[in-house]
């Protein structure tokens, strides 16, 4: 140790709190991901590698179903957002403060600051009107509903991009005789585009991920994959819904590490 | 006669702020730029240097007067739509674009054909000696490179107007000097009118054929760097370029009665005004004995050496300072020291009469 | 001094422009976020339907409900103890689930910024990814590790601790577990912005002018990186009091909290009034709990740095 010299940084015991902090974050996830790949038939014992519930659950109707809809909803939902996020980040961002602008502010980021149970019972009371007046209960609900609350997730990375962006670049982009939309296609968008792809990516694992406001605004046999895992519940977790876990978790992994890359570039 | 002015303000004013709070960041500017020159807007930060420029560029818009260019009131256009182009202060290269099409941003926009596209961007390129750079993005080059990248893109539309605004500010030393005269051959190989801003006075003087000194938002004076430097025309102007020793005193009858006693010669074209103050660049002080006539008696103060000349600080009878530059001489200078009496004299025609 | 014409024209150009392209935006946001919210409000004042719904009478029974019932007998009010143990319990199990993802979470933020840069990028990746993992997925997950034949008990009776499974699934401990473990990285993030903005050579200093570590933490780095501190607390406490899957999953409907309770009114309960009543409820107290946060950032800011 005194090798080492008097480190003015470590605190005692800090380090081994944080060797338990991820040691307890990964280990349940890590036994999840183990679960699915057990060949037994209960949860209770260990049958060997299999992916049998890989297959079984690829097999399911039901849950093919619902991946394809989780899927729709939130291509659609992020594609909504993402669009709406970068029109809104366009106009919020490096344009001298306006009257309004903090009222803007605040509805973008009111998904984040109301609770989730609290909109959920909220688009439950308004689209089962909504339902019962227009007759039509397709999807559309949950791509509106997942749609509004992703548009704080994209707008965030956007809205970071654009304030990062030095503003003299399109400056120079009229001074060399770029129109407004030449300016935006040749120098705005490219430069914000990682921003655009990052807030997108946010936009669609949270779509993805959601569970509370689905269960409470589908309509019968509207099942995503989180609402029908959590239906799954009432019969115990099965290794089915471990592999539908595993699957999931490593889209978000994936997802993720596209979206650190993206975000690094930046330098 | 006007056919040969490129640029010209016309009693522009702006503001920023409303109401109490109002800044004029112009007052009430007027000048005319000719064609072809290089033309220097110099003055401290916060003067409305940098706003005069952005007025003729087009990004801002005065709040009242007009900006022609080759007389035509281009007060209302976008700066798109004016052939005038800008060598910004952090350059703004685009930094998802390579060297070669920055540089053929501005003739892409206009539309040219992509023919003369690549033609005009690889002669900017050879202008500013960046061929080999061509296929780098902007972020590999170095801050002198990235300098001549701007100037290049800013360049190739061949505008009517190059504004230049405070480009060499980013740069070290040595090659700021470099990137001088660099400009300087560039201005004299396109024949383009430059108008360039800086708050530095040798930059200004070097390169400049005509300079503007501005302060709180008003040109004070416009002339060549000489004039400029000998001929301030006022006390800020005076003490913004160079240094400068302050006498006070009265005018009367071509002589300029000291406050601290004795007299100076001055134009006797000079009407007699009362209180005035006299302006003399340390280096047209000459120091000789005390016993001279006609020499104002003066005690040194201190003696600063600066290597290729040295300062000798001297009090006058009435405590006003006086500094002298003297050129260094290998053996120290001799018979000065510290609190040594000595006389002063001004060279002929170096006192300069300032109205306040 | 007033703008020229030119000027004004821009200048409204600018702000009609912001305006324009935040439209969309703010149309979806009113439709399907905070539009809603107000028909909540009204609906919290109207008298319930027999199968659910509303009939449109006014009412302020449901704002009364929160925490009186009526009793069928002798129609008189009496505190209804059952809605208060709910209250009760989501309070407690949130300033539980804050104070525990603190201990753990703020030596955890320490460590990570104090890596080495390439190392601290990597070790808040690793934070991130639970972070933005499906919160039923990680519930599942410590459920696995939980339930009575799961790791943890699997683990306890090979060494022979206990001789029989420990029944911590369906109480209120499983929650408590549930939502640390879920929420952590919510506490983690924003301590580490705070270290992480903090200048260590502070550290030398304290130690220099012969405080010990203990003092060192306490009188120098805490209160410095206390604006963090309110985030991430704040950051744990809200979505915790308003929790609705871990609980429902890990409480097995029986340790309901708040969200529960709500959602209970919808279906079951068919006292929508009541719901609302209770989502609004929840709703201010995550308001108040936001304009503390407003404040203490504010000022943590304005004599922080």
Redo the contacts between chains.
């Keep these: 140790m005194a090798s080492k010299g008097f480190d003015a940084t470590s605190l005692p015991g800090f380090t081994a709190i944080a060797a338990i902090a991820f040691i307890a974050l990964y280990a349940p996830i890590i036994t999840l991901v183990g679960y699915s790949f057990n060949g037994a038939n209960s949860i209770s014992s260990w049958g060997g590698f299999s992916f049998r519930w890989y297959e079984a659950a690829w097999a399911n109707a039901t849950v093919q179903e619902a991946t394809i809809r989780s899927l729709v909803i939130a291509a659609s939902a992020s594609l909504i957002a993402t669009t709406a996020a970068t029109m809104a980040a366009l106009g919020t961002t490096r344009r001298g403060s306006f009257g309004g602008q903090t009222f803007i502010y605040v509805m973008i980021n009111q998904p984040l600051m109301v609770p989730e149970i609290v909109t959920a019972v909220a688009l439950l009371i308004v689209f089962a009107s909504v339902k019962v007046a227009t007759g039509y209960t397709g999807l559309g609900y949950l791509i509106l509903a997942h749609a509004a609350f992703c548009i704080p997730f994209a707008y965030l990375p956007i809205r970071a991009r654009l304030e990062g962006m030095d503003l003299s670049l399109e400056t120079a982009a009229a001074d060399l005789y770029a129109n407004p939309w030449q300016t935006f296609r040749h120098v705005t968008l490219p430069l914000v585009l990682p921003g655009i792809i990052a807030g997108a990516m946010l936009a669609f694992v949270i779509s993805l991920d959601d569970v509370v406001i689905t269960e409470f605004v589908k309509s019968a046999g509207q099942d995503t994959l989180p609402t029908y895992m959590l239906g799954q519940l009432r019969r115990g977790v099965t290794p089915e819904v471990n592999a539908i876990s595993t699957v999931l978790l490593g889209l978000t992994v994936l997802l993720l590490t596209v979206f650190f890359l993206l975000t690094r570039k930046r330098d | 006669m006007t056919e040969t002015i490129a640029v010209e303000a016309r009693n522009a004013i702006k503001a920023f702020g409303q109401g109490d709070v109002a800044v004029r960041a112009l007052d009430d500017v007027s000048v005319q730029i000719r064609k072809g020159e290089f033309f220097t807007l110099l003055g401290p930060s916060g003067c409305g240097k940098t706003t005069l420029l952005r007025l003729i560029a087009g990004f801002e818009t005065p709040t009242s007067g007009s900006i022609l260019l080759d007389g035509k009131d281009i007060t209302s256009d976008p700066p798109n739509r004016r052939p005038v182009n800008t060598v910004f202060q952090s350059y703004a290269l685009f930094p998802h674009l390579t060297v070669a099409q920055n540089v053929s941003f501005g003739l892409q926009m206009q539309g040219r054909p992509k023919a003369e596209v690549t033609a005009t961007t690889d002669r900017m390129l050879a202008l500013v000696r960046l061929e080999a750079m061509a296929g780098r993005k902007t972020s590999q080059l170095s801050g002198g490179q990235q300098q001549r990248v701007a100037l290049a893109r800013a360049l190739a539309p061949q505008p009517k107007v190059l504004l230049l605004d405070e480009p060499l500010s980013a740069l070290d030393l040595k090659l700021r000097k470099e990137m001088q005269t660099e400009l300087k051959r560039l201005q004299t190989e396109t024949g383009i009118t430059f108008i360039f801003v800086t708050h530095d006075q040798e930059e200004a003087l070097t390169m400049s054929d005509r300079i503007g000194v501005m302060s709180a938002g008003k040109i004070l004076q416009i002339g060549g760097p000489r004039d400029i430097y000998t001929r301030p025309a006022n006390r800020f102007v005076a003490s913004f370029i160079g240094e400068t020793n302050f006498l006070p005193g009265t005018l009367r009858d071509g002589r300029v009665i000291l406050a601290s006693g004795g007299s100076i010669e001055v134009a006797a074209t000079l009407r007699n005004a009362g209180n005035v103050t006299v302006a003399v660049r340390p280096e047209q002080v000459r120091i000789v004995p005390a016993t001279e006539p006609d020499a104002l008696p003066a005690t040194i103060t201190d003696l600063v050496y600066f290597g290729t000349d040295t300062h000798c600080h001297m009090a006058l009878a009435d405590g006003s300072e006086v500094v002298a530059r003297l050129q260094s001489s290998v053996s120290g200078e001799a018979g000065l020291e510290r609190g040594g009496r000595v006389g002063l004299r001004f060279a002929p025609g170096a006192a300069q009469v300032l109205g306040e | ?4 014409a ?2 004004e024209a ?1 200048k409204r150009r ?2 009609r ?10 149309l ?10 107000l ?2 409000l009204v ?1 919290s004042f109207l008298t319930p339907g027999q199968y659910g ?1 509303v009939v449109w009478e006014f009412s302020t029974d449901a704002w009364v409900g929160i925490l009186f019932t009526r009793d069928i007998f002798t129609e008189t009010m009496q505190l209804a103890d059952a809605h208060l143990a709910i209250f009760w319990r989501s309070v407690r199990l949130s300033l539980l689930t804050t104070l525990i993802t603190f ?3 703020f ?2 933020a ?3 910024a ?1 890596r080495p840069p390439k190392a601290r ?1 990597l070790w808040l ?6 972070f ?7 519930t ?6 939980i ?1 009575n ?3 943890l008990n699997s683990v306890l009776m090979a060494a022979g601790i206990i001789a029989t499974p420990i029944q911590i699934l369906y109480t209120d401990t499983a929650v408590l577990i549930g939502m640390a ?1 879920v929420y ?2 919510l506490m ?1 993030l924003p301590l580490f912005a705070a270290i992480d903005r903090f200048d ?1 050579r502070l ?2 200093a304290g ?1 220099d002018l012969y405080a010990n ?1 203990w003092q060192v ?1 306490r009188r120098i780095v805490l209160p410095i990186v206390k604006p963090g501190i309110v985030a991430g607390s704040i950051l744990v406490f ?2 915790s ?2 929790a ?2 871990t609980p ?2 890990l409480g097995g409907g029986k340790q309901m909290m ?2 529960n309770f ?2 209970l009114q ?1 279906g079951q309960g068919r006292n ?1 009034p009541l ?2 009543s209770l ?2 409820l ?2 201010l107290i ?2 108040a709990a ?1 304009l503390v946060y407003v404040r203490a950032a504010g000022k943590g800011g304005a004599h922080g740095q």
Aim: proline letters at 6%; zero cysteines.
């Design positions: 001094m007033s703008m020229s030119g000027e821009a600018r702000v422009d912001g305006w324009l392209l935040s439209a969309p935006a703010l979806l946001l009113t439709l399907a976020a905070a539009g809603p919210l028909v909540v609906y719904g201990a753990v979470g030596p955890t320490w460590f990570i104090t990028a990746f690793l934070i991130t990814i639970p933005w993992t499906n919160l039923l997925i990680r599942f997950a410590i459920n696995e590790v339930r034949e799961g790791i473990y952590l990285p983690v260590m550290l030398e130690y570590r933490l809200v979505p009091l308003g609705y899957v429902r999953v708040i969200g709500i959602e919808f929508w719901g609302a989502s609004m929840l709703l995550v308001l936001l």
